[in-house]
Structures are given as structure tokens and as C-alpha cells.
């Protein structure tokens, strides 16, 4: 980072924020993070010691990594946490009261890893079965004293699945046309909105970019953007999380706002801008070669949140790396902030 950075336009990332019965002390995220840190599905004391770590540094909200539902395919991995069961939801009330004791706001991402072959496959009566679960789930999460959820809609799992055309290919009222194949998640967050009431909020995390694919678009215009976008707000989603791999590239054509700038100004909904902030080389880097990646300066995210072109950024990597991130940022501490390395990923503390 830079010394052009002035207390005045850091403070633009520590702003207070609200949405629905959520107040939220800065616009510091933590971005969801998979870890595999809880057997057979449970989070223990270390889980909620790495999250509140994080609370009591500053981070404004945090958004937990996956968390599956009850369902046979949400998950193949028995060290990613559950959102159901008894045993799994007094973990996270352990989670939720530690983050909460150190000043923090958290939610869970509620997530499905994908359909066991093809969303295709799925019947009118297993949908509807996986539908129910995500709503039960939601409910579970507001008795275990989460803040608000986030649904996972984005990254080729089972929600962003239906959205893509190459994976969704139904004739049915789940596929068609970019709007039919929303069908599905606007019935996901019917549910779940009916589960939690009027007031708890609904995060929902899309992208354009796939595991399989980073060039995939669901949108190629800011038209058919919107035309995606428009059912899940009516639906009832309060914020919506643009997944990108890198923040500061634009999205379209013409255009310099990038994917969450773009989604504001189209829905009308609050936006989480998340890819790569705070840091040089995005994530894939770590898969190709193995590397890590440096400290960067935020200079122009913090103008472009200083023109609200989004309302929350969310910090995942630069977060794993260095729990103090948002205190340091906030006190000039910039020098002191830690580089992101391949080792970090073998503590995740």
C-alpha cells in the first residue's frame, strides 16, 4: 500500500452500514472461505477462535465458509460444516456468541456442491425437497443466533448450476430462457424468506465465472444483467454478493463499473464488491504455480467505494493471511500488514 492512502478516504471502508434489522459498525466483509476444519461436519472451539479472531480485529461482517445443507449431495467432504443437526447447530451458536462477544456481526453461506450429474436429472418432487432444506436450514441458522445468511448462488455449484446454460438444459419451468432458469433460486429464497420473517437478511452471492470456466458469462449485457437480476430482488434478497476474481475490472463494455457496480445500479439492492483486494495476484496463482501473493494498495477501492459505486467489500485471502487486517488498514498500519503464502493454508488460524 501507499502513503497517498489519507485517513479520510480509508474511513470511507469504515463507515457504518445497515440493512434489514442488520447493523454493521464498517464495510469490511469477511469473504466466505472453505477450511474443512470441522469433523463430520460439526464446528468445534477452533472454529469459533478463528472467527472471532477476525470480529474482535475490526471485521465488520463475517461470512462464514460453506456451510451444506441435509441433503445426500450437498457435500462429498465430511470436514465441510453442516447447517443442520444438532450437534453441528451448537457448534455454530458457540461460533455465533464468540463473534458476537467480541463486537462482530456473522452469517452463514448456505450452500449445495452441486447435483450428483446434471440438475436435468432432478425431479419436480427433489427440487422441491431441496427448496424445503435451504428454507429449514436458513431457519436453523436464525435459532442458532446468526446475524443474517448467504446463499451460495455462484460458482458452478448446484443454484448457479440451474443459472448456466451449459449445465441447465430443462424443458420445464426450471430452465429456458436466463430468466426461466432463475426459477429455481427464486423459489430458494421464497422459502427462506418465508422461513426467517420480513426483517433477516438475505445475502446472495452470484458470478459469472465458473470452476470450469473463468470466461462464462450467465449476463454478456447490462440488458440481460438486469433481466437476471430482477426476479431474485423480487424474490426478496436484500444484498447481492458479485463474485469476482478481480475487483477493479470492468464488466462490460463502455463501462468501468465492474460486476457489483453494475448489479447496484440495475437492482437497486445494496452490493458486496469481493476478488483479489488488498492483494496483487488473484487466487488462481496459488493453483497454477503455487505461489503466493503480495500486499497492494486499495487507492482505487477505496474510490470507487468512496463514489458508491458498491456499499460492502469483502476481504478473503489478505483475511486468512493477517486477522488484523481491517485494524491495521483503519490505523495507518499499513507496512505492518502480512503477505498472503501457500503456509497459511496449512494453519487457516
Known sequence: MTDTQSAKSVQALFQPFTVGNLSLANRVVMAPMTRQFSPEGVPGDNVAAYYRRRAENGVGLI?????????????????????????????????????????????PQIWH?????????YTEEEIAELVRQFAHSAAEAKQAGFDGIELHGAHQYLIDQFFWDQTNARTDRYGGDLVGRTRFAVEVIEACREAVGPDFPIVFRFSQWKGSDYSAKLAHTPEELERFLKPLAEAGVDVLHCSTRRFWEPEFEGSDLNLAGWTKKLSGKPTITVGSVGLDREFTALFSDGKGAGVSNIDGLLERLGQNEFDLVAI????LADPAWARKVQNGLLDELVPFSPEVLQTLE
Open 63 to 107: 461470512v462464514t465458509e460453506g456451510t451444506v445443507i441435509n441433503h445426500p449431495d450437498a457435500s462429498n467432504q465430511q470436514n465441510v460444516p453442516h447447517i443442520y443437526g444438532e450437534a453441528s447447530l451448537k457448534g455454530w451458536t458457540n461460533v455465533v456468541s464468540e463473534v458476537h462477544a467480541a463486537g462482530g456481526k456473522i452469517i
Open 113 to 121: 456442491m452441486g447435483a450428483r450429474g446434471q440438475v436435468n436429472d
Open 316 to 319: 478473503g485471502r489478505a483475511l
